[in-house]
């Protein structure tokens, strides 16, 4: 869960990166300002891509992140040097069978992108009966979520530090998650950077790969330009329903396994809005 949206040294050196690359094209196109004003254009609608183009994120050299340096609180110190060995995940272990990693047979979760861990500590430590998977790149997010797992004792949570479209990629079988999660993804908001949103068609028929049928990708973001992106980049995707009821679609209520986060109850109380999807994969 990326909740501080605030430009980080590393962010800023990426966005002027692709300003640069992008600074002439794109005055040649359009008026100042123009870009950055349109309604956002979904990958499938834009004129001209390429093979590669359409092949996912990872695969093409470009990421929908940014490595933020911090400072390693003793917490969460303890948590990759101690807790790491027990309950972390690498790209070198390979492809996972869950039955085995957790000893047992239950419903499976993945979360992409969990920030500092609260909301996927609380779904774990509320749904014993569940098992869960966690993707998240930095450092201290990884160490805090470990040392709460194992101070409250929970069996039900592994950990990847790894980029999580090479971890759907290469480390989970075909139709195995009941649910993956993208809580408030990055929006990159600036038309030049949506080339770096999670959310593409390769990234959804991947994520379709990884579900059973029925299984669901769950997102919510509370910037509403990117909820519209998602719900066109979702409703064009092959394999996939909307489970939304028409009164709201393409949009459902938070559902109440999703735990309302500090970050997002401060929105609410400022007016802001925050955009549920939930789609389901075709039996």
Request: glycine share 8%.
């Given at each position: ?176 998650l009941d649910r993956l999660q993208l809580f408030f993804p990055d929006p990159w908001p600036k038309k030049k950077h949506h080339k770096r949103r999670i959310v593409q068609p ?82």
């Amino acid at each position: 869960m990326n909740d501080d949206r605030t430009p980080t040294p590393d962010t800023a050196s990426a966005i002027k990166a692709d300003d640069a690359d992008s600074a002439s094209d794109a005055s040649s196109e359009a008026p100042p300002g123009a870009l950055d004003d349109q309604a956002p254009q979904a990958p499938a609608e834009q004129a001209g891509a390429t093979d590669d183009e359409a092949a996912p994120l990872h695969r093409r050299g470009i990421k929908s992140y940014v490595l933020r340096a911090g400072r390693m609180t003793q917490a969460q110190t303890r948590g990759l040097e101690e807790v790491w060995p027990r309950l972390g995940l690498t790209l070198d272990d390979g492809r996972q069978d869950p039955v085995s990693l957790f000893g047992r047979q239950a419903p499976l979760v993945v979360e992409i992108g969990f920030g500092m861990g609260g909301s996927l500590i609380e779904q774990a430590e509320t749904h014993p009966e569940t098992d869960f998977i966690g993707i998240e790149v930095h450092a201290p997010g990884v160490g805090k979520l470990l040392d709460e797992a194992d101070k409250r004792g929970l069996t039900n949570l592994r950990v990847y530090r790894e980029d999580a479209l090479r971890v759907l990629d290469e480390c989970l079988p075909e139709a195995s998650l009941d649910r993956l999660q993208l809580f408030f993804p990055d929006p990159w908001p600036k038309k030049k950077h949506h080339k770096r949103r999670i959310v593409q068609p390769a990234f959804v028929e991947l994520v379709r790969s990884c579900l059973k049928p029925g299984g669901t990708l769950h997102m919510a973001t509370d910037w509403e330009a990117y909820a519209e992106w998602m719900a066109e980049v979702m409703t064009e995707a092959p394999g996939y329903r909307n489970t939304a009821p028409a009164e709201s679609a393409p949009y459902v209520s938070r559902p109440d396994f999703r735990p309302l986060t500090k970050f997002e109850a401060r929105g609410e109380r400022l007016g802001h809005g925050v955009w549920d999807l939930i789609f389901a994969r075709d039996a």
